[in-house]
């Protein structure tokens, strides 16, 4: 089975005693994860080293930052590259949230630069994509999706590609609460798998871990993750709740 995924994305909250107590109370039931099951922690960057001792070697729990620069290393102030994750041991790295696309200007090819910054330092990137509401009303989020994709991944070599995992957010669905049908995201989903088929042929695309991000909440995560192109999710504000987080892990397909 591919592997499946629950991400949890922080995003910026909290601080660091709430962090600490926040992790305890999610590993509390010591979950045990099969081979194929993967917990990510997508934290502020302050929090990296602190959710990554905590954490110690519970197999197949990671942490995961949520940006890095576009650039190498250099005059860029404030920012944080991934050579820098890499020398802090730091496995995964989200790229191309929604939040970073709308509110930072980030493009499809700046995104396809910290993709290949990242591969070249051994961290995965968890990339993200996703339509907002006017185009899902006009019925062009085939289009809009499958560009996102192109533009920021088909330079990849099938190696590399293998070694990305992609989270597919329709961005009218973060943090309202409305959540895509089962069969929406089903059927994005395979049309991901079926953009990524076309380049790279099955054996690769079969490969590729897709999640479903978007109000993924304790009440609905077996249902979604249960379609068979989903596998798993990127978790906003249900991961700041540790029973519920709990149970969203618990939904991961066994
Ligand atoms: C996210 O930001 O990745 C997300 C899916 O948020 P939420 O679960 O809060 O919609």
Redesign the pocket.
């Given at each position: 089975m591919r592997k499946q995924i629950a991400?949890a994305?922080w995003?910026m909250n909290g601080n660091a005693q709430q962090a600490e107590t926040l992790l305890r109370e999610v590993m509390e039931p010591r979950i045990k994860l099969k081979n194929h099951q993967f917990v990510i922690f997508a934290v502020p960057f302050p929090f990296l080293q602190q959710v990554k001792r905590q954490l110690g070697n519970e197999t197949n729990y990671s942490v995961s930052a949520q940006n890095i620069s576009e650039h190498a290393s250099g005059a860029y102030t404030g920012e944080v590259s991934a050579e820098m994750l890499k020398s802090i041991e730091i496995k995964y790295c989200?790229v191309g949230?929604?939040?970073r696309r709308e509110y930072f200007g980030e493009t499809n090819a700046q995104l396809a630069q910290k993709i290949n910054l990242l591969l070249k330092n051994d961290i995965t990137p968890i990339f993200?994509c996703g339509e907002p509401l006017n185009i899902r009303e006009a019925g062009g989020q085939d289009k809009h999706v499958e560009t996102q994709v192109q533009e920021s991944l088909f330079h990849l070599s099938a190696d590399d590609l293998k070694k990305i995992v992609i989270?597919y957010?329709p961005i009218w669905?973060?943090?309202?609460?409305k959540?895509a049908t089962t069969g929406q995201a089903q059927e994005m989903h395979a049309f991901i798998r079926s953009v990524l088929s076309k380049k790279y042929g099955n054996d690769i695309s079969s490969l590729i871990s897709i999640l479903y991000?978007?109000?993924?909440?304790a009440n609905n995560a077996a249902e979604i993750f249960g379609s068979p192109d989903v596998d798993g999710?990127?978790?906003?504000?249900?991961?700041l709740v540790a029973k519920d987080f709990i149970q969203i892990i618990n939904a991961l397909k066994s």
């Open positions: 991400a994305n995003k989200i949230h929604s939040e993200c989270a957010e669905a973060i943090g309202t609460g959540t991000g978007g109000s993924v909440k999710g990127l978790v906003g504000g249900a991961s």
